[in-house]
Structures are given as C-alpha cells and as structure tokens.
C-alpha cells in the first residue's frame, strides 16, 4: 500500500504562558519550554523565542539538506551546522521599530562526505530552493550566508 504525503497541512501550536517570560509549548504528543534567561528576567527554563527562531533555521537546514542529499544519492558521515546571527535587539527593546531584526546570518555547515563537486553544488542550489525558514528569512530581508566546509572521503 502507498502512502501519498499530503501537500498542505495545518500546524496547530498551544502556547501556556507560565510567566512574563516561560510558554510552555505543546504540538502533537511533544512538549517544550521557551524562556528567556536570567539576566533578561527570565527563569532560564529554555531557549528564548528569538535563538529558538534561529535553532529552527538550524534544524531545518539539516533535514532539507538531508532530504536533498538522499534525492542525489549523497550519504553524509558527519554533518554539523553552526549558525552565527546579528540580531537587532532595539525593537525587543522596545526603543525603535525594527523592519529586518536579523540582518545577517551565517551558516556554516560542516561535512564529510565523498560527493562530487557537481552532487554539492545541486545540493546547494536545492537547499536555497526548498528550505523554508531560510526562505522566510530571505523574504523578510536578512542575508543567509551558507558556508560549507566539506571533508572528502
């Protein structure tokens, strides 16, 4: 029997806010805690919204990446993704509106892999195309910067 993806689906989110700064989180069966640190109020419980943001880029790119690898017929033995974001902290700030409160991030994405420089490149390309915080990102102004470091086998 075939199973057939859907192409739309609705993500539903359930947000208690336990505090100023602590939602506990709920999706699906999963639960998570977002917060801010101390010393910004918080009680340190979990990321805060903004570095979630940033960590859901992070993730992303790894299972796109992924998926894109897979479609090429690439195996990767080790990949790791670092990301390094300026964020404009005046509108959390509250001191002035902010239109791109993340104007740049870097990506660089480490892996070892024994695909030709061809197999990288499409992958490149196909990541750029299909991932879509990185696409959210783009679209509201921020640079992504993808550096990719790669070990060969």
Not at 26 to 32: E, G, H, P, Y
Not at 36 to 50: D, K
Not at 58 to 84: M, P, R, Y
């Amino acid at each position: 029997m075939k199973v057939t993806e859907k192409t739309s689906v609705v993500q539903r989110v359930h947000g208690e806010c336990r505090t100023h700064s602590e939602t506990g989180i709920a999706v699906r069966d999963l639960t998570s805690v977002i917060d801010e640190p101390a010393e910004r109020g918080g009680g340190n419980r979990g990321l805060a919204p903004t570095e979630t943001l940033v960590a859901a880029l992070v993730a992303c790119t790894n299972v796109i990446s992924n998926k894109c690898a897979k479609k090429q017929g690439i195996e990767f033995e080790t990949l790791s993704i670092d990301a390094e974001a300026t964020f404009d902290r005046r509108g959390v700030m509250l001191a002035e509106e902010i239109e791109v409160p993340y104007p740049k991030i870097r990506l660089t994405i480490n892996a070892r892999t024994s695909a030709s420089e061809e197999q990288i490149a499409q992958l490149q390309s196909d990541l750029g195309r299909f991932c879509p915080l990185a696409k959210i990102f783009r679209k509201a102004g921020t640079e992504v910067e993808e550096i990719w470091n790669l070990e060969r086998l």
